[in-house]
């Protein structure tokens, strides 16, 4: 047994435990985009692998975490007999770990006194794992293995050793080695930092209080997350949008149907298109993040995210659709286009039963523009950045103009950075004023950045959406303005598709201009 | 004289200089004139003496600049204009595109701080190497000076790209103005923030132009004030990285004294560890509604380069996007919503929680008798840990009864008792406490077993021993007159000056004999800049400092400046092991900017003149006094250990240089009471008292 102040002292050491384990690994990664972006996530789990706590700074994260350590720990289990003290188990199969190539995923059984007690464990974006293009996010990837090197799950430490050779894998398949060995490493000094903290958890209050606190603070999460979820409303809602496919059609359809019921939510994606020869697909977990993405936006971000907050979900999907994908269909787009598309939707349906609390569909991309190519000298750069959009407009407010929305918030490439570290100079930079959807409350705008290629050759890939379908509004209010990509050569400009690929030559403008967020109300 | 003018209480802390006694007056504050409070707390020092010969040295600290920020009532934020690069307007509106709250739908962006029509643009473009590609031409000067000489603005801020670069537009841009509008206040990026990305540097300068208004009519009065109640001293203002200013220089530079009030306890921490020769201390300050915690290194605040004003923390740690970047230097603080003000509650999963709320100063906790809502002054008044009659030396009259009804509704919701609600609450409160402290060590690479805690504010001595338990500190400090330190941070002043320039070249690419040049240069005008603000010109001393970084990397690394390249790359790669727990030899290191900072003792500080006079307290862990029981004015019963226990409670005041008390114990003084816990002894040392963890304990 265990008392409630207790209880509430060792839920707060929990997760604090798990963001000191976000600060080893941003403390010790060496690329930018964990350092600077925090594009990582850590977490703990108990002895069953449920999720007792989770540090996330990027909602994509959010529920792909735990499903991935579950679909890892089966796979441990079945194919290696399980996981031993002392060791560290990493993979990135989507399929398995639950994102796109990129999330490297990196599990510690932790021990005491010859019992595992719990796992520690977290998920990193590596800025690149290989593939046809730099950053191995290709638009023209037919599956899996044209997106980058894949890793099942295999030691990377034995005997609190890191396996050199297992580092030398994911070196010889980057563009960017070093990086790679620094972010594993900097991986593992977070999965010892969680493990630390819980030992002295175990060792300060004992097994049996730890236990009893955590299934209390488990339910405690339930028990607030059904009260907020009642409190929602009940019924049946459905809700649909759709992404455009590479002709623009806007016809890849995700369809929901959301159940409120007693307190608990069930999301049944029957209808939802097939899934797709190109990188749209999302697996199951990049579903289930968005899910919990809307849910937790929605009812109360202060519920500490653990496995209680998921008792009462329960998502459906249809075993080789857009949202479910089989195996090898090409993800990585799923990650960051179809996961917002997806976000979107659950909002619209929970919009039905609670109208005031949910602002109108966002600007819905991630507007990734990647481009890479040769200086005069020979020397190779690749740049890679992702772009805000309109927000939805607000009950009460209007929306935000260029700013990340929901499942990714991530800091922009100050332009005196770009232009000091490649070769490309920025032209324009604002707000696409009056891109919002009008209504009652406006739509955020969509924002305009403009790049020149200064010298050299290069090659740019775009892929963004709402090129055609713009965002809709909620309650009477206006769709959101269309993104629109341009390129201008020899002073001519022509449009160019939201998901492309095409040579960049010295002079060349890519104009991007990113979708505004839908208007709410009329009037 | 240092006068410390918080949310709360105006602080004043006097040294005598014939007999280097120390004089403290605590008044309330009046946030709608805040200089009214200074000029209260002198004229109630005025009163307490005869006559008052001189005041030598006045060292103030304020938060007019952050309340302002803040949108505080009465001090509405003035209408400024920004001239940027054409195609840029809206950087400062767009920020980083990051929101700062996740899942929060509702979510805004801190209200922009100069409005998009009052942001013009001029066609010229710089390059990040400083070449001009497209040159400013005349007709576009004269545009922008009519249109806003034909606007009512209070302020201008210029912020060209890349002009760290090269700040030549900025320069006959801001020359243009100054000539066509005479008297208009402008600040450029280049002068007052030279490094790159764009964003941060254009936040800082809006920041600075939009407080410049607001500071320069608040230090006007309050000089106004000063000389009509002939009070004639030099003032003098903390800036945010401890470092104080004369306040001729603080008009231009506005920006650098947002932090003023949380440096000055930072520094107060600093001077004892200096005169105490310590090594390392942990600053932790507990007011009413906040605490905050630093570190300090030989002496030294630790100051990080840039911080969000205005913006939000969660948890102790800055909420990126919240609030308004500064790239001005700012002792490195960790601050929670802790304090003896912040209400206990039960939250709707049935779990206690302890603030972010708080009762402030005014309903105040229960027993001030005007709520009943409990928090934790209640807490430690149930437990026995405060007087339960009266507070401030029987100045000021508690309800200890209205504490305890407020305490027993919890407990009754919980099912537990009072005394063990009362517990769970200090326990909590510390648990979110021990969290700044450890932020501030922990995430920053140093260990807090190696430091000692030095307490302050009116709750730090009641909470320091739990604390210095949970995060394995031996040794703690209560300073004399705890409830007013920070005040006495001003008093030990020097001033100060820092600035960096950009530099973004690989240490293979810098011309030594130039850097040398340049920082020599530098540090002469430093050196002139501060004589002329009154330091004292032997005093005067200078740090060379390199911002650095691994190639490929975004953030970078404070290190020693040397001249040669061998030893800059040894000194970053020994920073990135301390920082970061390993390096990369081989690796390519860049310094993106070149800092200097110039420190000098004020010739009429009262450091200058006289040295309050107290022993070291090194080595004393060594020699074992033995605790004493007797000499306690009283006895009352304290909860220890679930338990009520007849406790020793002793007056400040009375304790003898000899004194060596073993806890569980109170030692009351007129602005503070100290627990001393269970496994702690207390002795005094000079004018502190000291807490050590008991070997058998």
């Known amino acids: 047994m265990t008392d409630p102040i207790t209880t509430e002292v060792i839920k707060n050491a929990l997760v604090y435990a798990a963001e000191e384990m976000g600060i080893a690994v941003r403390n010790a990664a060496y690329s930018p985009n964990i350092k600077e972006r925090l594009d990582h996530s850590c977490a703990l789990f108990d002895r069953c692998g449920r999720l007792i706590a989770q540090a996330e700074h990027i909602p994509v994260h959010l529920g792909s975490l735990p499903w991935g350590l579950h679909r890892m720990l089966e796979i441990v289990e079945r194919d290696h007999g399980g996981a031993r003290d002392g060791e560290m188990w990493v993979a990135n199969d989507p399929y398995i770990a639950g994102t796109h190539l990129n999330d490297v995923t990196l599990v510690r059984p932790v021990f005491a006194r010859g019992q595992l007690i719990g796992y520690a464990a977290n998920k990193a974006h590596h800025a690149d794992v290989g593939g046809s293009v730099p950053g191995s996010m290709p638009v023209e990837a037919a599956d899996l293995f044209a997106e980058g090197f894949v890793a099942a799950p295999v030691r990377l430490v034995r005997g609190d050793c890191v396996l050199d050779e297992i580092v030398g894998l994911f070196r010889a398949n980057s563009r960017t080695p070093d990086a790679r060995s620094g972010d594993l490493r900097a991986q593992v000094a977070g999965n010892y930092t969680g493990e630390r903290r819980l030992l002295e958890l175990y060792e300060r209050y004992g097994a049996q209080t730890l236990d009893a606190a955590i299934e209390r603070i488990l339910d405690e999460s339930e028990r607030r997350m059904r009260a907020a979820l009642t409190s929602i409303g009940h019924g049946t809602f459905a809700a649909e949008d759709y992404l455009e496919d590479r002709s623009g059609e806007p016809r890849l359809r995700i369809a929901l149907r959301l159940t409120l019921e007693e307190g608990c939510a069930r999301l049944d994606y029957s209808g939802t298109c097939a899934q797709v020869p190109f990188p749209l697909n999302a697996v199951f977990g990049v579903t289930l993040s968005g899910v919990h993405y809307a849910l937790r936006a929605v009812t109360d971000p202060t519920i500490p995210m653990n496995e209680g907050c998921f008792r009462p979900v329960e998502v459906v999907a249809p075993e080789g659709s857009l949202l479910n994908p089989r195996r090898p269909a090409p993800v990585s787009g799923g990650n960051v286009e179809t996961s917002m598309r997806n976000a979107d939707v659950v909002l619209q349906a929970l919009a039905q039963a609670a109208p005031d609390r949910v602002p109108a569909s966002s600007g819905g991309t991630m507007s990734n523009v990647m481009l890479g190519g040769t200086r005069p000298n020979g020397d190779t750069w690749a740049f890679y950045e992702t772009n805000g959009c309109g927000m939805g407009a607000r009950p009460a407010r209007d929306g935000i103009d260029a700013i990340h929305c929901h499942m990714t918030n991530t800091l922009n490439t100050p332009i005196e950075a770009i232009e000091r570290e490649y070769p490309l100079r920025v032209v324009r930079y604002e707000i696409a004023e009056g891109t919002g959807g009008a209504g009652r409350r406006r739509g955020g705008s969509g924002l305009i950045r403009a790049i020149e290629l200064v010298e050299g050759s290069a090659h740019a890939t775009l892929l963004a959406d709402r090129h055609t379908r713009g965002a809709p509004g909620a309650l009477g209010g206006e769709a959101g303005g269309l993104g629109r990509h341009s390129l201008t050569r020899d002073g001519i400009e022509r449009p160019l598709p939201a998901k492309t690929s095409f040579a960049f030559e010295p002079g060349d403008v890519l104009t991007v201009q990113t979708p505004g967020g839908g208007g709410y109300g009329t009037g | 004289m240092g006068i410390d003018v918080g949310g709360t209480f105006t602080d004043l802390a006097a040294l005598e200089l014939w007999s280097g006694k120390l004089v403290v007056q605590k008044v309330p504050s009046t946030p709608r004139e805040p200089h009214r409070a200074v000029i209260d707390a002198l004229a109630e020092l005025v009163s307490r003496y005869d006559e008052i010969l001189s005041i030598e040295f006045l060292g103030h600290a304020t938060t007019i600049a952050t309340n302002a920020l803040l949108g505080q009532l009465g001090l509405e934020l003035p209408r400024i204009a920004l001239v940027t690069t054409r195609g840029f307007r809206d950087v400062i509106e767009i920020g980083r595109q990051n929101r700062s709250e996740v899942y929060n739908l509702f979510v805004e962006r801190p209200h922009p701080l100069v409005a998009r029509e009052d942001r013009l643009t001029v066609a010229e473009r710089i390059d990040h190497l400083g070449h001009v590609l497209v040159p400013l031409d005349d007709e576009s000067i004269e545009r922008v000076c009519s249109e806003i000489a034909q606007r009512d603005v209070a302020a201008v801020a210029i912020c060209l790209l890349h002009s760290y670069a090269n700040d030549v537009h900025e320069r006959r841009l801001a020359e243009a103005l100054g000539a066509a509008i005479p008297g208009l206040r402008v600040t450029r990026s280049s002068e007052v923030d030279p490094e790159y990305r764009e964003y941060e540097r254009c936040s800082t300068t809006v920041v600075n132009a939009v407080l410049t208004p607001i500071v320069e ?7 106004r004030e000063l000389q009509a109640n002939r009070f004639t001293a030099p003032l003098y203002v903390m800036r945010s990285d401890g470092a104080m200013a004369a ?53 030294v605040a630790l100051v990080a380069s840039e911080f969000e004003a205005a913006g939000r923390t969660h948890s102790g740690r800055a909420v990126k996007g919240s609030g308004y970047p500064v790239r001005f230097p700012f002792v490195d603080l960790a601050e929670v919503s802790a304090g003896g003000g912040t209400i206990a509650w039960i939250d709707e999963g049935g779990s206690l929680r302890v603030g972010p709320l708080s009762a402030g100063a005014d309903p105040g906790p ?24 009266h507070l401030l030396g029987g100045a000021f009259a508690v309800d200890a009864a209205r504490a305890r009804r407020a305490i027993d509704v919890l407990a009754r919701e919980l099912e537990m008792s009072a005394e063990a609600m009362a517990a769970g609450i200090v326990t909590l409160v510390d648990d979110a406490m021990a969290k700044v402290l450890r932020i501030v060590t922990i995430e920053r690479g140093l260990d807090p077993r190696y430091f000692t805690l030095v307490a302050f504010g009116g709750g730090g001595p009641l909470h320091v021993c739990a604390l210095a338990a949970e995060l394995g500190i031996e040794q703690a400090i209560v300073p004399a007159h705890p409830g007013i330190f920070s005040a006495c941070g001003l008093l030990g002043a020097h001033v100060g000056t820092s600035d960096v320039r950009s530099v973004l070249a690989s240490t293979g690419d810098i011309d030594a004999e130039e850097m040398e040049r340049r920082f020599a240069a530098r540090e002469e005008r430093a050196r002139a800049g501060l004589v002329e603000q009154g330091a004292d010109a032997p005093t005067i001393s200078f740090r060379r400092e390199y911002d650095a970084r691994y190639r490929g990397q975004s953030f970078e690394l404070t290190i020693p400046y040397d001249r040669a390249r061998d030893a800059v790359e040894q000194h970053f790669h020994a920073a990135h092991r301390a920082r970061y727990g390993y390096d990369v030899p081989g690796e390519i290191v860049e310094i993106i900017g070149a800092r200097l900072t110039a420190n000098g003792r004020v010739a009429s500080s009262p450091a200058c003149r006289a040295e309050p006079s107290v022993r070291s307290t090194r080595s004393r862990k060594a020699e074992r006094n033995l605790p004493k029981r007797g000499g306690a004015t009283q006895h009352r019963p304290l909860w220890v250990g679930g338990a009520f226990v007849e406790a020793p409670v002793f007056e400040r005041a009375a304790l003898g240089p000899e004194a060596c008390i073993e806890g569980p114990a109170i030692v009351e003084a007129y602005d503070s009471t100290t627990y001393v816990a269970p496994g702690w002894n207390l002795s005094v040392e000079g004018d502190l008292l000291l807490l050590q963890r008991r070997n058998d304990a």
């Open chain 2, 247 to 299: 306040a001729s220089q603080v008009v231009a530079r506005p920006a650098a004294i947002i932090e003023s009030g949380p440096a000055s306890g930072a520094i107060a921490a600093a001077e004892l560890g200096t005169r105490l020769q310590a090594q390392r201390l942990l600053s932790f300050d507990m007011g009413g509604t906040t605490a905050k915690a630093g570190a300090i290194i030989d002496g």
């Open chain 2, 366 to 389: 229960a027993c001030y008798g005007r709520s009943d809502r409990a928090t934790v002054t209640d807490a430690n008044l149930v437990l026995g840990r405060l007087n339960p009659r």
């Open chain 2, 217 to 223: 009519r608040y230090l006007e009065r309050l000089q």
